[in-house]
């Protein structure tokens, strides 16, 4: 099966960048859409970005107003999510995501394969 591995999550302060990563392999990776996810303690997991692997997004979602940013390399099979002017509302545990899908999907409920998450912490 397709397996994903986030990373780069950490500490950072209100203001600050952070770039995400998710290492994608198994049969068939480049027909999934690949989307970046977070949960908050409490809340319902969010949708905040997606992209295929020939380069289409989605548009981001609501909650991060252009502050976000998906891209993806197909020769290190890694999708990225670049986040800039962090707030403390921000933390949480970021997920990459994968759907079998002919649009992109921009609910939890429709990818098929996530990985285990990488915590993000903004402090004020």
């Known amino acids: 099966q397709v397996q994903l591995v986030e990373s780069g999550g950490g500490l950072v302060q209100a203001g600050d960048s952070l770039r995400l990563s998710c290492a994608a392999s198994?049969?068939?990776?480049?027909?999934?859409?690949m989307g970046w996810f977070r949960q908050a303690p409490g809340k319902e997991r969010e949708f905040m970005a997606a992209i295929t692997w020939g380069g289409i997004r989605s548009p981001l979602g609501t909650s991060v107003s252009g502050r976000f940013t998906i891209f993806r390399d197909n020769a290190q099979n890694t999708v990225y999510l670049q986040m800039n002017s962090l707030k403390p509302e921000d933390t949480a545990i970021y997920y990459c995501?994968?759907?079998?899908?002919?649009?992109?999907?921009?609910?939890?409920?429709?990818?098929?394969?996530w990985g285990q998450g990488t915590q993000v912490t903004v402090s004020s």
């Open positions: 198994g049969p068939s990776l480049k027909s999934y859409i």
């Open positions: 995501a994968a759907a079998l899908d002919s649009v992109i999907p921009v609910t939890a409920r429709a990818y098929s394969r």
